[in-house]
């Protein structure tokens, strides 16, 4: 079709076309392409736990009990004792008094907005959200306004001149924000949601096993666990495996288990998952040292490119570094590459025009030598 052509076209020119890469297999902080190999700033496996030994055993050991599959949706005969296990680690790790897993991120954002809120509702969404909660709130008919990111100020205003002509109301955040690193101002959301009676959920994806006593997330980190209604956050960044859960209350689990079309309509997670994520809950608590070294290199990441000029984001492990061209971005990827460091250009759309930027997602294997060259190298990038 020639719209299609055009489409692509367009795309290569602007130096925005998508492709895909394979690589022969990813390890302790390293991503393997034939006879190269790069440390590897793209990935979200932060602290490593992908190849740990414990998840791996634990995922083998249950696919060789309960098969590889779970046959059905959990509503028919997919539902196993396992998961039922799953959710009450997870709640009792957020400090929620249930939780319910969904198949992964995207589909448990889709499914949780969808299914609670309607047209007669309202939601609040900071500017950055991830587009699996933006394509949830679309997907509920709710009317949906979006307030600058960490405003809270601006989502006063909002709420101020809006709240009142609809039924319910949501007020949705990430914790650590997913491309610039950042975090919400949690304590002011709570106030808001309180003083205008809304609804509070926060995406903590990029949060937990990271933030919080035993990697339990940034909202437990500020103690605010219940006075957030609903706590999502999945286990297929920093817990190394795959799949997501919601942590809230009894009634609206059941609620959701009833109504939410992507937790119904989908086979459930199999086994060798679900052990591996209830065995990633564990380690979190046996390696605590993963975290804190992961928050120490990050540190040390940011204070040494600060020091040299750099206009960085976050304060968190996701160091975006602002480039402003998606051409510059390109190339400096490129550059890195070329010296062994695999860091990808983010452009738009996934950010404004005029905001292209490297992201570095610092893992727990990236120690300050490899993180010290790799500055040296970006200084170079961005000096050609
Ligand atoms: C990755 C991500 C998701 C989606 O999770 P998946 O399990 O990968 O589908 C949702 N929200 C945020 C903020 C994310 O970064």
């Known amino acids: 079709m020639e719209r299609i052509e055009k489409f692509l076209t367009e795309k290569q020119q602007s130096y925005s076309l998508r492709t895909l890469k394979p690589?022969?297999?990813?390890s302790d902080g390293k991503i393997y392409f034939g006879t190269s190999e790069f440390w590897d700033f793209s990935s979200n496996d932060y602290l490593s736990l992908s190849g740990h030994p414990k998840l791996i055993q634990a995922g083998q050991k249950a696919a060789e009990q309960f098969g590889s599959g779970a046959a059905a949706s959990r509503l028919l005969s997919g539902d196993l004792t396992l998961h039922h296990q799953l959710e009450q680690k997870t709640a009792a790790l957020k400090g929620k008094e249930d939780a319910l897993l969904f198949n992964s991120g995207y589909q448990a954002n889709l499914?949780?907005?969808s299914?609670?809120?309607?047209?007669s509702d309202v939601v609040f969404s900071d500017k950055l959200s991830h587009a699996s909660i933006i394509d949830g709130i679309t997907l509920s008919g709710a009317k949906h306004f979006r307030f600058r990111?960490?405003?809270?100020?601006h989502l006063e205003t909002l709420l101020k001149k809006s709240r009142t002509k609809f039924r319910d109301c949501?007020?949705?955040?990430?914790?650590?924000?997913?491309?610039?690193g950042d975090i919400a101002p949690l304590e002011e959301l709570v106030r808001l949601?309180?003083?205008y009676n809304c609804i509070l959920m926060v995406d903590?994806?990029?949060a937990t096993g990271i933030f919080g006593h035993d990697g339990s997330g940034m909202v437990s980190q500020l103690q605010l666990a219940q006075k957030v209604d609903l706590i999502m956050g999945t286990f297929g960044k920093a817990m190394g495996s795959f799949g997501a859960y919601v942590a809230c209350s009894k009634q609206i689990k059941q609620f959701l288990v009833n109504t939410s079309r992507s937790f119904i309509y989908s086979t459930a997670l199999p086994p060798a998952v679900i052990a591996a994520n209830i065995a990633t809950i564990d380690l979190l608590a046996e390696e605590p040292f993963r975290r804190k070294q992961l928050l120490q290199n990050a540190e040390f990441f940011r204070n040494e490119l600060t020091k040299r000029g750099f206009d960085i984001l976050g304060s968190s492990q996701i160091v975006p570094l602002m480039v402003n061209t998606s051409e510059k971005a390109v190339a400096m990827s490129n550059r890195l590459k070329e010296n062994g460091f695999w860091a990808l250009p983010i452009r738009p759309p996934t950010v404004p025009q005029g905001q292209s930027r490297l992201r570095f997602s610092l893992n727990y294997d990236h120690n300050p030598e490899v993180l010290q060259s790799l500055i040296e190298e970006i200084e170079r990038a961005f000096n050609v």
């Not at 690589?23 to 990813?26: G, K, L, S, V």
């Not at 299914?115 to 047209?119: D, H, I, Q, V």
């Open 23 to 26: 690589a022969d297999r990813r």
């Open 111 to 113: 499914g949780i907005i």
């Open 115 to 119: 299914s609670l809120f309607s047209k």
């Open 149 to 153: 990111h960490n405003d809270p100020d």
């Open 170 to 180: 949501l007020i949705i955040t990430e914790t650590v924000f997913s491309m610039d």
């Open 193 to 195: 949601k309180e003083k």
């Open 204 to 206: 903590e994806a990029h």
